[in-house]
């Protein structure tokens, strides 16, 4: 099977990342959407805890 480069969408540009800070340790991390401030923000550790927890 050849291997068919450029369909199935994998051709995507790299996400443009957005500068947060944690609402739980205050790290500064990044996100891969514009924060709007009415929301918290995790980085990856503190949003990996939340959602093992089950909130």
Known sequence: MAFQGGQGG????????????CSDCKKECEVP??????????????YSKRKDSGR
């Not at 994998?10 to 800070?21: G, N, S």
């Not at 959407?33 to 503190?46: E, L, S, T």
Request: net charge positive.
């Open 33 to 46: 959407f514009k924060p709007r401030g009415d929301r918290p923000i995790y980085c990856k550790d503190c």
């Open 10 to 21: 994998y051709d995507r540009q790299p996400r443009e990342m957005h500068k947060a800070v």
